[in-house]
């Protein structure tokens, strides 16, 4: 997956406004790139541990995505006191073998983490996250 610097930094400063709870969105692009960002609401009955997408709001954001001919090529959540790998429940939860699971980890307040995963049928595997200017 590429995505460009400031992408990154708009990703770190949400997960950042929204701790100690776990914030969520959605990467929209194609062919592995993403070109816009979409913040979405944690509606999470225990938002600290896991992330759950309105769905209406899920509907509108994919919508719009449709509308510029693009697909969604990731989601992201963050994970404000645990490392940046899938927990048995994103695992476990994973709808969409196709989209890019995208990780950040802010347990090291000084130096948020950001990793990429697909996950599909219980199996994880990392993606790379290339980052351009
Ligand atoms: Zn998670």
């Known amino acids: 997956m590429r995505l460009r610097e400031t992408m990154v930094n708009e990703i770190i400063a949400h997960a950042q406004q929204g701790a100690p709870e776990e ?5 929209a692009g194609s062919n592995g790139r993403v070109e816009k960002l979409y913040r979405a609401t944690n509606v999470a009955k225990n938002p600290r541990q896991q992330y759950l997408m309105d769905s209406r709001e899920q509907l509108r954001i994919m919508r719009e995505i449709e509308s510029h001919g693009w697909d969604m090529v ?3 959540h963050s994970h404000p006191e645990s ?3 899938p ?3 994103d695992i476990k ?7 890019v699971y995208v990780i950040v980890s802010l347990k090291d307040r000084q130096k948020p983490v950001m990793r990429a995963f697909h996950i599909e049928d219980n199996n994880i595997r990392e993606e790379e996250l290339a980052v351009e200017k």
Not at 23 to 27: A, R, T
């Open 74 to 76: 990731g989601i992201y």
């Open 93 to 99: 939860l994973a709808g969409y073998p196709d989209a």
């Open 87 to 89: 927990s048995q429940t």
């Open 23 to 27: 914030v969520v969105g959605i990467l």
């Open 83 to 85: 490392p940046a790998r």
